[in-house]
């Protein structure tokens, strides 16, 4: 089955994942990034005018993007698939590519890249597979190794408060999020995840908002906040092969299995959303390679 791209987001919360496992779907072919395909014109006798058919193009992907980062639905679960490629020439296995794509009919998702020259690991998540930079139009999410060997926040697409030349509290909408915080200890066996809570607002499931503005807000990890942490364990995750499976309170859950060398299967559930999920999945990977070394 062909790995199709931007097609039919918004229907993972519908399709009733939680009887359906990644083994159900044929696995994804390494090199099948939707980038390094070569397309093929549709056989289409009606023509659209460009500009109406770019608008309807950006308004479905900002309506995929919003899935992707909107929580589960409670009592729900979402099967992927991660794959994991190595990057180009000699230290490429240090700079790897990633992809995420659905359990169930193959359909990508996003990519990930592992930046190159920085101090700390960091790693770019996109929607387009085609840019990986690190302030891309298409950028979900940012993972980032803290000063603490073995652990890692995921941040939202947001500005970085550091960054700013203006006062960080005037950037206050536009301001990053933290969307999780991994942190692995006893190498590597023990595994605790943080994820803020999520709320149900008008019939909608909303994730509680992170920001850490100034250089002394409390994060996640510091228990100095009012909204509610979820945390999950896992305190004997396996390294070969890879198998951890962190779960919480009301059946919150994060497993990720090895299932062949650069194929993962990746089981999400309520309150993370697929974007939060597939960050987590990046930081236990990257702390599995620099533990092998």
Same mark, same amino acid.
């Given at each position: 089955?062909?790995?199709?791209?931007?097609?039919?987001?918004?229907?993972?919360?519908?399709? /009733?994942?939680? !009887?359906?496992?990644? @083994?159900? =779907?044929?696995?994804?072919? *390494?090199? +099948?990034?939707?980038?390094?395909?070569? $397309?093929?014109?549709?056989?289409?006798?009606?023509?659209?005018?460009?500009?109406?058919?770019?608008?309807?193009?950006?308004?479905?992907?900002?309506?995929?993007?919003?899935?992707?980062?909107?929580?589960?639905?409670?009592?729900?679960?979402?099967?992927?698939?991660?794959?994991?490629?190595?990057?180009?020439?000699?230290?490429?296995?240090?700079?790897?590519?990633?992809?995420?794509?659905? /359990?169930?009919? !193959?359909?990508?998702? @996003?990519? =990930?890249?592992?930046?190159? *020259?920085? +101090?700390?690991?960091?790693?770019?998540? $996109?929607?387009?597979?085609?840019?990986?930079?690190?302030?891309?139009?298409?950028?979900?999410?940012?993972?980032?190794?803290?000063?603490?060997?073995?652990?890692?926040?995921?941040?939202?697409?947001?500005?970085?408060?550091?960054?700013?030349?203006?006062?960080?509290?005037?950037?206050?909408?536009?301001?990053?999020?933290?969307?999780?915080?991994?942190?692995?200890?006893?190498?590597?066996?023990?595994?605790?995840?943080?994820?803020?809570?999520?709320?149900?607002?008008?019939? *909608?499931?909303?994730?509680?908002?992170?920001?850490?503005?100034?250089?002394?807000?409390?994060?996640?990890?510091?228990?100095?906040?009012?909204?509610?942490?979820?945390?999950?364990?896992?305190?004997?995750?396996?390294?070969?092969?890879?198998?951890?499976?962190?779960?919480?309170?009301?059946?919150?859950?994060?497993?990720?299995?090895?299932?062949?060398?650069?194929?993962?299967?990746?089981?999400?559930?309520?309150?993370?959303?697929?974007?939060?999920?597939?960050?987590?999945?990046?930081?236990?990977?990257?702390?599995?390679?620099?533990?092998?070394?």
């Amino acid at each position: 089955m062909p790995i199709t791209r931007y097609s039919g987001v918004n229907s993972i919360a519908k399709a /009733g994942h939680q !009887g359906t496992t990644a @083994m159900d =779907a044929p696995a994804p072919q *390494k090199g +099948t990034n939707p980038a390094m395909r070569n $397309s093929q014109p549709a056989n289409n006798t009606t023509r659209m005018d460009p500009r109406v058919a770019e608008a309807m193009s950006e308004a479905k992907s900002a309506a995929e993007t919003t899935d992707l980062q909107t929580p589960i639905s409670p009592g729900e679960s979402v099967q992927l698939v991660l794959t994991k490629e190595p990057g180009d020439g000699a230290l490429g296995g240090y700079f790897p590519t990633f992809s995420l794509y659905s /359990g169930s009919c !193959g359909e990508w998702y @996003m990519c =990930a890249r592992v930046r190159k *020259k920085t +101090t700390k690991a960091q790693i770019i998540i $996109s929607r387009d597979p085609q840019d990986t930079s690190q302030n891309c139009e298409s950028l979900l999410a940012k993972v980032k190794a803290t000063e603490n060997p073995g652990e890692y926040s995921v941040w939202s697409d947001g500005v970085d408060p550091k960054n700013c030349k203006v006062h960080p509290r005037s950037l206050e909408r536009v301001v990053r999020e933290q969307l999780a915080f991994v942190r692995l200890q006893d190498n590597n066996r023990n595994v605790s995840i943080l994820v803020p809570e999520a709320l149900e607002k008008q019939g *909608k499931q909303v994730r509680a908002a992170v920001k850490p503005i100034e250089v002394d807000d409390p994060q996640m990890q510091s228990g100095q906040h009012e909204y509610q942490v979820c945390e999950l364990k896992d305190g004997n995750m396996s390294s070969r092969p890879m198998k951890m499976l962190t779960e919480g309170p009301d059946g919150a859950k994060v497993e990720l299995e090895e299932k062949s060398e650069g194929e993962y299967h990746l089981t999400l559930s309520h309150p993370l959303s697929i974007t939060q999920g597939f960050g987590i999945a990046l930081s236990v990977l990257h702390a599995v390679h620099q533990g092998k070394k």
